[in-house]
């Protein structure tokens, strides 16, 4: 059974920081990409970041290129969402997500992220 437990979620003040987590097991995890998604309220979930299983390379939503990063430590079957300077818009809960598109995705419960202005 695929399982993608997100940890990290919080209340951040604009411009501060956070790093989200997120521990998968059930899957081969060097054989998938994975990333993360967002949905805020009263809007559709978006892409945030993926990483490719085949490379590790990382493709961003231009809406967050040079202020996020995502990275892999495949020894922990864990993927991590680095978040700088976040603005308000960036509240959203934020989901991880395996793979990253296709027409059968497994996604996490989700974890809260909060900017104040």
């Known amino acids: 059974e695929v399982q993608l437990v997100e940890s990290g979620g919080g209340l951040v003040q604009a411009g501060g920081s956070l790093r989200l987590s997120c521990a998968a097991s059930?899957?081969?995890?060097?054989?998938?990409?994975i990333g993360w998604f967002r949905q805020a309220p009263g809007k559709e979930r978006e892409g945030v970041s993926c990483i490719s299983s085949s490379d590790g390379r990382p493709y961003y939503a231009d809406s967050v290129k040079g202020r996020f990063t995502i990275s892999s430590d495949n020894a922990k079957n864990t993927v991590y969402l680095q978040m700088n300077s976040l603005k308000p818009e960036d509240t959203a809960v934020y989901y991880c997500?395996?793979?990253?598109?296709?027409?059968?995705?497994?996604w996490g419960q989700g974890t809260q992220v909060t900017v104040s202005s």
């Open positions: 997500a395996t793979p990253c598109s296709g027409w059968r995705i497994f």
């Open positions: 059930g899957f081969t995890f060097d054989d998938y990409a």
